[in-house]
């Protein structure tokens, strides 16, 4: 069964850091692209960012550009979305997702990051 | 970047009857390798995204064949033939064809 597993959220103040990470299980960890996708409290879905299989290729969407960092660890199974200079607007449940090519496969259950002082 | 718009945004359906989502892309999704990359997902209540559909018309694993999708170009539309109880939730298209991928507001299905 493939699952996804985010952790690391949680509560910070404005201009702070955090660490998500995704653990995969249940599938070629190292063959396939990870997306991250988020979604504030009641509103819609949106892409973030990429990793392809080596970590070599990296795409963010503008709103997170030089804020945020993702990498993988193959040997582990997991990435990581490095998250610096968090603003009130990253607030959201973080998604990752197994990519293939122009769509999302699988997605994890997610991990919440609140930003308030 | 790439405008999805969905309509309508709330689908009020009756049970057992059919409902439809229309999905239109600002640009074409064609990609250049001559795919069309444009998915659903289905998001139900305190749950995770699923995706339903692929590539417009290609259902996942386990989908229920009620759901359907079709369309080309920039016009894309799913189906669900029978409203099941289990089917209420937010559905919402993606396009995979360029980057950043993007997706639509999201049409709330719910149980008149």
């Known amino acids: 069964e493939v699952q996804l597993v985010e952790s690391g959220g949680g509560l910070v103040q404005p201009g702070e850091s955090l660490r998500l990470s995704c653990a995969a299980s249940?599938?070629?960890?190292?063959?396939?692209?990870i997306h991250w996708v988020r979604q504030a409290p009641g509103k819609g879905l949106v892409w973030v960012s990429l990793?392809?299989?080596?970590?070599?290729?990296?795409f963010y969407a503008d709103s997170v550009k030089g804020r945020l960092t993702v990498s993988r660890d193959n040997a582990k199974n997991t990435v990581y979305l490095q998250m610096n200079s968090l603003r009130a607007e990253d607030t959201a449940l973080y998604y990752c997702?197994?990519?293939?090519?122009?769509?999302?496969?699988?997605w994890g259950q997610g991990a919440l990051v609140t930003v308030s002082s | 970047d790439i405008v999805m718009t969905q309509s309508p945004l709330s689908l009020p359906v009756t049970l057992g009857q059919p409902a439809s989502i229309s999905c239109r892309s600002s640009q074409s999704l064609v990609h250049g390798d001559g795919t069309t990359y444009l998915s659903w997902f289905q998001q139900r209540p305190g749950q995770s995204p699923r995706r339903l559909i692929y590539?417009?018309?290609n259902g996942d694993s386990g989908v229920p064949e009620r759901f359907s999708g079709s369309g080309s170009g920039t016009d894309f539309t799913l189906k669900i033939s029978r409203v099941e109880p289990e089917d209420v939730g937010v559905y919402y298209c993606?396009?995979?064809?360029?980057?950043?991928?993007?997706f639509g507001q999201g049409t709330r299905v719910e149980i008149k």
């Open positions: 249940g599938f070629t960890f190292s063959t396939d692209w």
């Open positions: 990793i392809n299989t080596d970590g070599r290729i990296t």
């Open positions: 590539k417009v018309s």
């Open positions: 993606m396009q995979g064809t360029q980057w950043p991928w993007t």
């Open positions: 997702a197994r990519g293939e090519r122009g769509s999302l496969l699988h």
